[in-house]
DNA sequence: ATGAAAGCGCTAACAT
DNA sequence: ATGTTAGCGCTTTCAT
């Protein structure tokens, strides 16, 4: 059995309130304090969370629900928030929920048996019905990147519309005036938003906007970029407004041989790893992953201790 | 506070040991089991599983160490593992150890901490001191993807030498003679795995074997194929033989003009996702996500339930 | 500054 | 089949 504070009581001749003083930052004789720590590294003692969790109610875990940890957007939040969270001594338990609401309410429940102390959430859908059990205990939730309709959850995500209208009016002020746009199931928040704000910038300058949706993947985007390039040979410009569609939107691209020049433009979004590799000179919409993951971390921490349910809408840079 | 036991006793004027009873599947009168399942149903009773765990020894959860989240085939192997482990009612917790043996060692601290009933490991490097503390302690270690020095440690790997063997002969034997292996790290016992079977398919078969370094990244596969291809303009093959350096590659090859045809060969490593739709007509070699994480999963129970430190080699598919 | 004792939510004998 | 009791490893009064 592992190494328990008694057996340092043990090894000191010190009483069990005494070693947890120690670990809990309360004054302890010196001579007292360097048998305590030599008592820990001779039996290496590692302290038992959930017993304390059990006294305390901090279990000093924290859930994340991610819809697909094969979705490089969404693992790059968790590093961040697995950065921001580490630091305070705070463990994660990640589930990947398959982009499946009765999954992520599985999970959800998984996780207050695990007694987490908050819960940061990225929204497989608007709804936050998977959500409730957690609400209704009022376990603190923040939902990162999609919104919900919940008044009771905090929700940490960027300007699309406005990132996605800004993109699109660069691209038709530099004289592109017919462009496609590779989006995904507007279903989906972020899509949906992006879409509105293409169309918005459209719809205000005079331009021509094709939108083709495809699955949210590299190949959706693949396809869907394939097909407006065929359709329409005169496209000046192509946008994928996520992720993994703006690889395959890219790879389109160099398929059919097109270059990127004044005669043609290329938006992509936040792959910033991989895509100036594969374009060089295209524009990206980057999401601010860093601050996302550590506004979502601090957001969570203030509502665990006793902080109000905030809403913050973060800015894109585009580059 | 959260509903315990307790109030499902007092809401069913049964007592702790009885409703305990029927969650552990001991037989209770059906009168009571209908009037237990009434009060869960109205309190949202949901099991406090450290409580469990302090008693029964055993947390159900289990910890994982890997040491990119960002790295798209160790996220693969996760979503794995995440699938086998949930239906046991398993949950993860997951470090992402920066490929840094510190972060490493600290991290297996903080999952005893969290009383993990095992850890699963895709270790940084070849050793396996990060780990001691928790093999001292006889708390069951798998290691997934690389090798350890240790014992007491039970490693599921793939046979890497024999797969990049067989995907170099196949190159050779299709008449392209002369080859560049585009590499990481020869530290990581991987890399420098697959960098022999090379050479030993090479020298058997008379092949100019061309072996180039890079970073473990898109950007250092692209860098490496990049200097190769320019520096052997008569080169007829590319081997590149991890997953973000085959993305690099293939992108250099693009860039460079080359087709995939009988006078040129391609060979990339896992990316089954993207590659294909990048370079179609290419070769690569697939390791067995999906068995990889299911025998670490298997694997890691058996030794939790007392079983023996195993050690078992996968095959990779060529296609 | 340290000790004694109780209790967090649960399970495991043991008794009934 | 159900109740009684004790205890998992820790923290937290309350004494000393």
Known sequence: ????????????????????AYFNGASVRPYNR????????????????????????????????????SNMFFTGLVTEIEEALRLKRYGLIICDCRSDPSREREAVKFLQSKTVDGIIVMPATDSASSLMSAVDKRLPVVALDNYTESRSISHVVVNNRNAAK???????????????????DEKLFTSRERLAGCRNAAAQADGVLIAEQGGNSVRGGYEAAKKALCEHPDLQGLFATNYEM??????????????????????????????????????????????????????????????PVRNIILNCRII
């Open 1 to 20: 059995m592992a190494v328990t504070i008694k057996d340092l009581a043990r090894e000191t001749g010190l009483t069990a309130a005494t070693i947890s």
């Open 34 to 69: 360097e048998k305590i720590e030599r008592a820990i590294d001779k039996l290496g003692y590692i302290r038992n969370d959930y017993a304390r969790a059990l006294r305390t109610h901090r279990s000093m875990t924290i859930g994340v629900l991610i819809p697909e940890l």
């Open 166 to 184: 800004q993109a699109t009016e660069q691209m038709l002020a530099q004289g592109h005036r017919k462009i496609a746009v590779i989006h995904g």
């Open 246 to 307: 703006s690889i395959g939107a890219a790879v389109a691209l160099k398929e059919c041989g097109k270059q990127i020049d004044e005669n043609f433009a290329f938006t992509g979004f936040d792959c910033a790893k991989i895509l100036p590799v594969l374009c060089p000179g295209m524009h990206m919409v980057l999401q601010p992953a860093h601050e996302l993951g550590a506004v979502a971390a601090e957001t969570l921490l203030a509502m665990i201790d006793g902080g």
